[in-house]
């Protein structure tokens, strides 16, 4: 069964050290004769803020016309979600908070509208993965991004228990993830784990 993945490139930086680490990922993933990639650079998106009209909690969609409207069937029909971001005052920056705030759509239909997210045999067979770095090497840094990204991952049907994380501290630079010690081996490694966790969940039928 083929497996899909949809990645988002967050960054308003091109190239900087967060899409650098998804690259790799994703290389790593495209590897795997099964697989299909999509990546979304968010800066290019053309996704505009949540209005918070609470609309879509009447008509099970957003009001809004934009580049939502394909991403919205996107993450629905993938098996795996990938979100890449760096740290912009402790949390994700405006471009990827605009997708999640978007997200709104996902937790009106599930908690308003009681209908569902993704098809029932499909629940526990969706993978999240949050890759972050960030400047400052506090231990504390990624606390307030990771609430977040919980958050849309909930909203659209992907348990706490099934959310992969790569986080990077003391790179802050452009550039700076290439002499990071560890960064590109364990986002190498993370790609085929995660690819060989949803096949084996796809063939025993378990979650």
């Known amino acids: 069964m083929p497996i899909k ?13 967060s899409e650098t680490l998804l690259d790799w990922l994703l290389a790593s993933m495209s590897r795997e004769s099964d697989v299909t990639i999509e990546k979304i650079v968010l800066t290019e998106a053309d996704i505009n803020p949540c209005r918070g009209c609470n609309a879509c909690e009447k008509l099970n ?11 919205h069937d996107k993450i629905i029909e993938a098996d795996i ?17 605009a997708l999640i705030d978007r997200a709104q759509v996902f937790r009106s239909r599930k908690y308003v509208l009681k209908l569902p997210v993704v098809p029932p045999e499909r629940k526990g067979k969706r993978l999240g993965i949050y890759l972050a770095t960030a400047g400052q090497t506090w231990d504390h840094v990624f606390e307030g991004a990771i609430m977040t990204i919980k958050c849309l991952f909930h909203v659209i049907d992907v348990r706490d228990r099934d959310i992969r994380y790569l986080l990077v501290r003391g790179v802050d630079e452009k550039g700076a993830i290439l002499s990071h010690p560890t960064a590109q081996t364990e986002a190498e490694k993370l790609g085929p784990e995660v690819i060989t ?11």
């Open 61 to 71: 969609h957003c009001v809004q016309r934009d580049g939502m409207d394909s991403i």
């Open 197 to 207: 966790e949803l096949r084996s969940r796809f063939q025993s039928g378990s979650t």
């Open 5 to 17: 993945v949809l990645a988002f490139a967050s960054s308003p930086r091109r190239g900087g050290n």
């Open 81 to 97: 979600i990938v979100f890449a971001s760096p740290i912009f005052c402790m949390g994700v920056p405006a471009q990827g908070k």
